[in-house]
């Protein structure tokens, strides 16, 4: 594809921390609020593009801003070219690694830069990919934690607004009769047109994965997702080859080499890439060349906005997982239509900061 021709000259962060919907009950924990770090890229042309970071904690948005700073310094007065920047700083960051803040403060970077390109071509950023935004299927991921039957029920019947036909169950109960449960009372009230996956969040052995997988094979669940360690490339080809349900892995994958090495190892019916972990825009490119040669669907991990528009240039296509967390702070949050996320057609990957939440949400 031909680039525009860009200058990198600033780059400016924020972070902010958005109370979310609905609390997020994990067995690795609650989360009620999403810290968040917001990304402007200035070029010499006077184009901006942008892209956020969820930092998981507060603090560390703090360490991604200052990592952000370093590579700021190190592409200074460069062409906007991210393949090239990406390997650039990979060099630069070799000895420290390309983990953790490394990785997403380059991350970031690079989803901005690709935003910035697109504006200047006066394109949606799935146009610059080559494709165009589509309506693509999404699952409603906002909720269905941790929690009693009744309120489960109720907070999945709430999901269901703006037509979604799939929801996201986390499951990780002391006991599989107290999954199962939790399972039966959404399913009863979603009904079974509606497709209910889910996620263990890497809270079980293989051998309970086992037993319980082989239990949740007979209720027709749409995936079962990271029910072990997500790099236990080994025991999840055992969890592929012994249960009828797909297995869904792929969002702690840390760039594309990962991926390569679960597909080899026949670790994944479906994969799922998080947009900062596999490394902004670019990375997602590389991994949906790597999926598109496996013939294996994948789908996306937060960052709906853009991912959107990932996913309409990704061959293999399957499903955009919907969190609202950044739509208190956004000017345009992305449309859900009948369950489908609705790229915008406006240049760029459609992220504009809301300037008066931000302000509101701004982390002191």
Not at 81 to 98: C, M, Y
Not at 281 to 293: N, P, Q, S
Not at 318 to 339: N, Q, R, S, T, V
């Amino acid at each position: 594809m031909k680039l525009p021709q860009l200058t990198f000259r600033a780059i400016r962060s924020t972070a902010v921390e958005v109370p979310t919907t609905y609390a997020l009950g994990t067995s690795r924990g609650v989360i009620t609020k999403a810290p968040l770090l917001l990304i402007d890229l200035e070029t010499q042309e006077g184009i901006t593009g942008r892209s956020y970071l969820w930092s998981y904690f507060p603090a560390a948005a703090a360490a991604i801003a200052q990592m952000l700073v370093e590579v700021a310094r190190v592409v200074d007065g460069e062409r906007l070219a991210p393949v090239e920047l990406w390997r650039k700083l990979s060099e630069r960051f070799a000895l420290i690694g390309v983990q953790g803040v490394v990785r997403m403060a380059m991350a970031g970077f690079d989803v901005a830069a690709w935003d910035a390109l697109a504006i200047a071509a006066g394109w949606p950023l799935a146009t610059l990919l080559g494709s165009t935004p589509k309506r693509v299927p999404a699952y409603n991921s906002c909720g269905l934690g941790l929690m009693s039957p009744d309120r489960l029920a109720d907070e999945a019947e709430k999901l269901l607004a703006g037509g979604f036909r799939a929801v996201k169950l986390r499951l990780g109960y002391p006991t599989l009769t107290e999954d199962l449960i939790a399972l039966h009372a959404v399913k009863k009230r979603v009904g079974g047109e509606i497709a209910v996956m889910v996620d263990y969040n890497q809270a079980l052995s293989l051998a309970q994965a086992l037993e319980r997988g082989r239990a949740l094979d007979q209720e027709g669940i749409y995936w079962l997702e990271e029910p072990i360690r997500h790099d236990d490339y080994a025991g999840n080809a055992t969890l592929v080859r012994e249960l009828k349900t797909p297995i869904q892995i792929g969002e702690n994958f840390s760039e594309s080499d990962a991926m390569a090495a679960a597909l080899a190892a026949g670790a994944a019916d479906y994969v799922m890439p998080d947009l900062e972990r596999i490394g902004g825009v670019t990375g997602w490119l590389r991994a949906a060349a790597l999926a598109a040669t496996h013939r294996i669907e994948m789908s996306s991990h937060l960052y709906p906005e853009v991912s959107a528009h990932l996913l309409a240039a990704t061959p293999t296509c399957h499903f955009l997982e919907y969190m609202d967390w950044a739509d208190k702070i956004l000017a345009e949050p992305l449309k859900i239509e009948d369950g489908f996320a609705v790229a915008p057609q406006r240049p760029g990957n459609g992220l504009a900061w809301d300037k008066k939440a931000v302000e509101k949400y701004r982390i002191a």
